[in-house]
């Protein structure tokens, strides 16, 4: 995303950053620069200025809260997506209610992303650097639950890209074998994240697998991070699936730079927790 940054439209990128907050806007502007040499960060504070700047030329990154001192940061995702020139970029929220938007699937298609202010401002300053210089996260191996190969060996080229192991397996029985042996301490493997189709052939599908990950293996959200792949457009069933501890949802048809920016942050999110807990 950094050279992407560097190269758009401009020699200049221009990454705009919406919030009340002038301490958030301060530390999303520091990773920013220290990231993207040469980037402009426009500072606004509210709608009616982030509208200004919209005006004044186009983007190349957005980050709103949702809470603005004039109204409801969603509409300035809707403002980027409308304003005259302006190609598709990057648009996301960074909110303390990002978690109950998500749950409640309150975020509307003009959103490409979001972050919950309450995993803090070293998560913050992770998850930004992830999609303006991504890094990847030795190491980490990628437990995949897919059933169709053909959408399976696409997916795992993505992944293996960014140096991540990759363990494929075609039903979710195979994986909560592979799950058994690993807490048994029976395996070679050393399971970082749960990546699943919701759809899959068999009696289990990948809600099963959100479930018995959470419930029976009694992995938390940082223990054992899972993402969703669906194509389900039910808001009432992709919440069912966060509020059963999926930590997050990719929507298909599947978008590499997005799918690689979410894995990466709950890699990184998950390793951070470890650390904290080691000192």
Do not use: W
């Amino acid at each position: 995303m950094a050279q992407e940054l560097r190269h758009l439209i401009s020699d200049t990128p221009r990454v705009m950053v919406v919030d009340g907050s002038k301490l958030v806007r301060k530390l999303i502007a520091d990773v920013l620069k220290r990231e993207v040499p040469g980037v402009e960060v426009i500072g606004c504070s509210s709608i009616a200025e982030a509208r200004k700047a919209l005006a004044s030329g186009a983007v190349h990154l957005v980050t709103t809260a949702l809470a603005l001192p004039d109204g409801d940061g969603l509409e300035i995702a809707r403002s980027v997506r409308q304003a005259a020139g302006q190609a598709y970029v990057p648009v996301i929220v960074v909110s303390g209610d990002a978690q109950q938007h998500l749950e409640e699937r309150r975020f509307t298609e003009f959103v490409t992303d979001y972050f919950d202010k309450s995993l803090g401002h070293e998560a913050l300053a992770a998850f930004i650097r992830g999609y303006v210089q991504p890094e990847p996260v030795e190491g980490a191996t990628v437990l995949y639950i897919e059933d169709s190969r053909v959408v399976a060996e696409t997916t795992k080229r993505m992944l293996e890209r960014q140096n991540l192991k990759v363990v494929h397996v075609l039903k979710a029985e195979d994986a909560f074998a592979l799950l058994t042996a690993e807490s048994l301490g029976l395996s070679t493997h050393r399971f970082d994240l749960v990546l699943t189709d919701v759809t899959l052939k068999g009696e289990l599908s990948g809600r099963d697998v959100v479930q018995r990950v959470r419930v029976d293996f009694a992995y938390g959200k940082r223990r054992l991070p899972i993402l969703v792949m669906t194509g389900d457009s039910n808001r009432d069933n992709q919440s069912e699936l966060l509020q059963a501890g999926a930590n997050d949802l990719v929507l298909k048809p599947i978008e590499e730079r997005l799918l690689i920016t979410k894995v990466l942050f709950q890699l990184r999110l998950a390793r951070m927790d470890g650390a904290r807990s080691l000192v």
